[in-house]
């Protein structure tokens, strides 16, 4: 009974005292109100062997109906695929110059290879004749919708934000992708609630690096990109720095969506492995501390009433499906962003199931030495 009314206890202050994070209600307006001028804005692309994708990106971007001076930097990170030359040939007719690729120079030491790549992008759009007011940070699997950064912009100088940012749709149209994909945008949502994320009277502080739209002079007022140079979960790292200056916002969009597929559950794992045990600090007792809380959370409430022919306790039972239909509930909201089916709601458990063993192996591989890899390449970190 008692693990019943713990379970239940955590879902009522997930409900009503997480900053509503489960309502999905923290929407990107229309540019409705234009700015007097709109000004200038640089794309920094960093991408690392991105073949596949560079160009569909570089053409979204090119394909903006931004009224402004507007400029795409696609910064080439030590690729072999030829990235490069992919992105050039999205640039013709009227955007044949609307392109720019640049190679990194070598990484130094204490550097991860994104922040390095966003650097060297950042550090090259401060040298044009006109230094750009907003910088658009864009992952290379990113499809942004023509009108994009006309709203994140309108966004940013209609509220005078540091940083606009909005969560672009993932991939999710089969297999592993449809139980794991809503729900990492729910876990997402729920360690870093938007709504408190928005308020500039909350320290919540935390962005989607697929789609960031900072302010070129809130950035150089921080220290640049320097201060998160060995960050691998940099986006939010970002975010933290920006708010101690200036209000930020973080939502969700509409058309943006990621151009990378997950044909597997491997690939959804290594995802979420190669940073999970970063999130945690590399703290043991945060990890178990998390194990412990995904275990009440997710998996006792289901065991409780499923299970209640074999423990007997009828009490225990009621509360456990009430913590059920409470969990299931709040996972409505993100289900319904992906076309999802309400009986998804009640697969929960098993995708907490799944996260938490992803997380323990994320341990694993640091105690393993192993650490952050990307694109076959160790990650420097902290």
Known sequence: ??????????????????????????RLPPADEAPQQWPAVTAVVPARNEAEVIRACTEALLAQDYPGPFQVLVVDDESDDGTGKRALTAARGEHA??????????????????????????????????????????????????????????????????LVSVMVR????????????????????KL?????????????????????????????????????RGEVIDDCALARRLKAGGPIWLGFAGE????????????IWEMVAR??????????????????????VYAAPPLLLLLAPLHGDLLGALLGGTAWIAMAATFLPTLSLYGRRTPWAFALPVAGA?????????????????????????????
């Open 192 to 228: 870093y609630p938007f709504p408190k994320v928005n308020d500039p009277a909350s320290p919540v502080a935390g962005a989607a690096g697929g789609c960031m739209l900072v302010r070129a002079d809130a950035l150089a007022r921080t220290g640049g990109i320097e201060t998160v």
């Open 1 to 26: 009974m008692w693990v019943g009314v713990a379970s239940l206890c955590a879902w009522l202050v997930l409900v009503f005292a997480r900053g509503r994070f489960w309502l999905c209600d923290q």
């Open 97 to 162: 110059v609307g392109v720019q690729v640049v190679e990194t120079p070598p990484r130094p030491a204490g550097w991860v290879g994104k922040m390095w790549a966003v650097h060297t992008g950042v550090a090259r759009s401060l040298e044009c004749d006109e230094p750009p007011r907003w910088l658009w940070l864009s992952d290379a699997d990113v499809a942004p919708a023509p009108g994009t950064l006309r709203r994140l912009v309108a966004q940013g100088e209609r509220h005078r934000l540091d």
């Open 256 to 267: 943006e969506r990621s151009l990378r597929p997950y044909t597997g559950l491997r690939e």
């Open 170 to 189: 993932l991939h999710c149209e089969a297999g592993w992708e449809r139980l794991l994909v809503p729900a990492f945008v729910y876990f997402f949502q």
């Open 275 to 296: 940073s999970a045990y970063t999130q945690l600090d590399h703290s043991p007792w945060l990890l178990a501390g998390t194990l412990i809380g995904l275990l009440l």
């Open 354 to 382: 799944l996260y938490a063993a992803m997380t323990l192996d994320s341990a694993r591989r640091h105690w393993c030495g192993r650490g952050a890899v990307w694109k076959g390449r160790a990650q420097a970190g902290r």
